[in-house]
């Protein structure tokens, strides 16, 4: 099945992260990727440790899409068509997948939407798969068999704390 966590509140990737350490757990194979991010968070550094769970982070980071280049934009849509391809490849070995931001790079365009679509329709046959990340498209939360909204009500940020390590990365 699917499973999409998304909105503008704290604990998608969180959720993400809770249901990878659940699989890989109950001896099931688990492959988690992200977009949009460096690698350096808490979490990839215990997945990675973890037996069972492989982790995949694009070879390009520029930060934020908003503050990228064009040219940034087009080498990471080189990457990012790379990295998903890898995963359709891949896929058959793992039991769960986590795309974590792929919502984000699904929204701009940074891989060719009808191959992602595809690769996610593979999955309800043999695997679950997991997407993180803000304003689904339509198409997402239609193929979705889970959706999971986090909402935030308050958090420190809008009082100007910024992100703590082990916290929110």
């Known amino acids: 099945m699917i499973h999409l966590y998304h909105g503008n509140g704290k604990g998608k990737t969180t959720a ?3 249901l990878a350490v659940r699989a890989a757990g109950s001896g099931m194979r688990v492959l988690f ?3 949009f991010k460096n690698g350096s968070s808490s979490e990839v550094k215990m997945l990675s440790s973890l037996p069972g769970v492989d982790v995949m982070i694009p070879e390009v980071w520029y930060g934020r899409y908003k503050k990228m280049s064009d040219e ?13 391809h890898d995963v ?4 058959d070995g793992y039991g769960l997948i986590v795309l974590d931001e792929a919502v984000s790079a ?17 999955c309800k046959n043999d695997r679950e798969a997991v997407l993180t990340g803000r304003d689904p498209a339509p198409e997402l939360r239609e193929i979705a068999d889970y959706v999971t909204e ?6 420190p940020y809008d009082h100007g704390v910024n992100a703590r390590k082990g916290i929110e990365f």
């Open 16 to 18: 993400a992260v809770g």
């Open 33 to 35: 990727v992200q977009f």
């Open 150 to 155: 986090m909402k935030k009500e308050k958090h």
């Open 106 to 122: 699904y929204n701009y365009g940074m891989f060719d939407r009808d191959s992602f679509l595809e690769m996610l329709r593979s």
């Open 88 to 91: 359709a490849e891949r896929a």
């Open 72 to 84: 940034q934009r087009e080498e990471t849509k080189k990457c990012y068509t790379e990295l998903v």
